[in-house]
C-alpha cells in the first residue's frame, strides 16, 4: 500500500518524478517492518510486553512509533540520494 500511495502522489507532484517515488515508496515500504522488528527485538531482550500504559491495551509510545523511527530516516536518506 506504501508504495502504491507513494507511487500515485508522485503522479501529481512537480517535485517528485514517478519512478523517484517508486524507489522512495519502496524504501518506507521496507524499513517500516524493519523497525517494527527492530522494535520486538528490543522489548524480548528487556523482557517486556509493553513499552508504557499510555495507550492502554495498544502498548506504549514505542509500539505506536517504532515504524515510524525507521521510516524517516530511510525516507530521508532516499530523498537525499535521489536528489
Do not use: C, N
Not at 501529481?12 to 517515488?21: S, T
Not at 495498544?58 to 536528489?83: M, N, Q
Request: aromatic share 16%; proline share 1%; net charge negative.
Amino acid at each position: 500500500m506504501t508504495i502504491a500511495a507513494t507511487w500515485f502522489a508522485g503522479l501529481y507532484q512537480d517535485w517528485l518524478k514517478g519512478w523517484e517515488a517508486l524507489v522512495l515508496g519502496v524504501g518506507i515500504g521496507l524499513a517500516a517492518p524493519v523497525g517494527d522488528l527492530f522494535e520486538s527485538l528490543i522489548k524480548r531482550d528487556a523482557d517486556t510486553k509493553d513499552t508504557g500504559r499510555f495507550f492502554g491495551a495498544h502498548g506504549g509510545a514505542l509500539d505506536r512509533l517504532d515504524a515510524v523511527f525507521f521510516t524517516i530516516v530511510a525516507g530521508y536518506y532516499i530523498w537525499f540520494a535521489l536528489r
